[in-house]
């Protein structure tokens, strides 16, 4: 039988209580669940909010809005000040809801530059991210992957959905395997730290001995992987694979010692919540759940110092182009007389850069309270929204929506112009970037 190979701490490492077990006894981490939404479904999972004595991924007391996970790490560090790890694991796949999840990452970033910063996914929605994770300043990574072979993923996938595809059987094997190879290349290349988490699956992936486990951790060696965490399944009632029976410790750390010498094996994995926080060893959500809650209840943040309204026009009489299509946007006041202004036109960033281009666009309106739009796509909306910026969607005269949003009705009070002038406009600009 083999043995487990000690694991060479990377520097970066050192203080990450999940990659350096030595740590783990005084070095915390603290999850923000700020992503609910899940691209696959997996036959052992069932994500249940409000569950405070089960302690298994997926499963957290509540979910936070980026403005609401920085306030909520305020003070959660000055509580627990051994902290030095700030992560993302759901409730769902932090990679399905990218907009949460990069947003989040940046205000943590410019809060917290020093703190280490963790992402675990599935992988499936990683690739196309890896750039701006990295640019982020996140330093490890997780990606969960239990089999290489597509038959045995076949089983282990309900379904996975990529975009608005869903994809069933050996099709969805196949593409969330593809994806997760590439993102593990992607972040190895970025210079991060990357853990594999395979779950434990009885009769699924432990058949011959454990040999897909092993062909997993022989693929995770070749693509210079940091640390493999073989986790037991938890059998979850209400799942495909509930009544499976939970692999015993002796069956796991069995199957480590016979993969030890490919891959590091982690074995002091406590099979985090999406909302732990504390020591690996002395885990404080149940009593951090006040805080979580009230700081879920936080508003929006104020408009007082937003005094502008942004308007995206073709010709600067109508409200009627798509967000992604306007090159530059007006920006109106009021005026003491209840009238309006042109204070000026601003541009907009150029096309590309991902999610990274509404963030700046966010940045360039930032004393604006709402933008006045002919149509949005959910990415941009959500970025600008959680920055404060409200993307509004309606038709008609600009003075029109402006005597609407500034007399008290808000941007609810444009269902009325909407109505009047035919609802939303049905083209799309077709530049690829959910306009």
């Known amino acids: 039988m083999s043995v487990i190979t000690p694991v060479a701490i990377d520097p970066k490492s050192v203080k990450h209580p999940c990659f350096n077990k030595a740590s783990s006894g005084t070095c915390g ?36 809005k980026p403005f609401q996970a ?13 902290i030095t790890v700030i992560g993302i694991a759901g409730p769902g796949d932090p990679m399905a809801n990218p907009a949460e999840t990069l947003e989040t990452m940046r205000l943590i970033h410019e809060a917290y530059p020093h703190m280490l910063f963790c992402l675990s996914s599935n992988g499936l929605a990683m690739p196309e991210y890896v750039d701006d994770l990295a640019s982020l300043g996140v330093t490890h990574a997780t990606i969960t992957m239990s089999t290489i072979d597509p038959e045995i993923g076949a089983k282990i996938y309900s379904w996975v959905r990529n975009g608005n595809v869903v994809y069933r059987g050996r099709d969805a094997a196949e593409l969330i395997l593809s994806r997760q190879l590439e993102s593990i290349a992607a972040l190895k290349a970025r210079g991060l730290a990357v853990k594999v988490n395979t779950i434990m699956i009885p009769g699924v992936n432990t058949i011959e001995g454990g040999a897909p486990i092993k062909a997993v951790a022989e693929k995770a060696s070749t693509l210079g992987v940091d640390l493999m965490n073989l986790m037991p399944m938890h059998p979850t009632a209400g799942t495909p694979f509930g009544e499976l029976a939970e692999p015993t410790k002796e069956e796991v750390t069995a199957v480590r010692a016979e993969i030890g010498h490919l891959v590091p094996q982690m074995t002091h ?3 985090c919540r999406a909302d732990a926080v504390g020591l690996l060893c002395a885990d404080r959500s149940g009593e951090l759940g006040g805080v979580l ?9 104020g408009q007082d110092d937003r005094p502008y309204i942004a308007v995206a026009s073709r010709e600067g009489l109508l409200i009627n182009q798509h967000l992604g299509e306007a090159k530059r946007f007006q920006i109106w006041g009021k005026v003491e007389n209840g ?7 601003r541009t907009a960033p150029g096309l590309g850069c991902g999610p990274s281009r509404w963030e700046e666009l966010a940045k360039r309106l930032s004393d604006c309270r709402v933008v006045l739009v002919g149509a949005v796509g959910e990415t941009p909306r959500k970025i600008l929204s959680e920055r404060g910026v409200i993307p509004a969607v309606c038709s008609g005269f600009i003075e029109d929506a402006l005597r609407v949003v500034y007399g008290g009705s808000g941007v609810q009070g444009l269902e009325v112009l909407r109505a009047k002038h035919g609802g939303l406009a049905k083209s799309c600009c077709g530049n690829g970037e959910g306009c």
């Open 29 to 64: 981490r603290v999850h923000l669940p700020v992503a609910p939404k899940c691209n696959i479904q997996c036959n052992y999972c069932n994500r249940k909010y409000d569950c405070v004595n089960e302690s298994r991924p997926g499963v957290t007391s509540g979910v936070l």
């Open 70 to 82: 920085l306030e909520y790490t305020k003070q959660v560090l000055d509580k627990e000040p051994r």
């Open 339 to 345: 009238g309006f202004r042109l204070v000026e036109e």
């Open 293 to 301: 809650a009230s700081c879920g209840k936080l508003p929006p943040q």
């Open 269 to 271: 994995c406590r099979r």
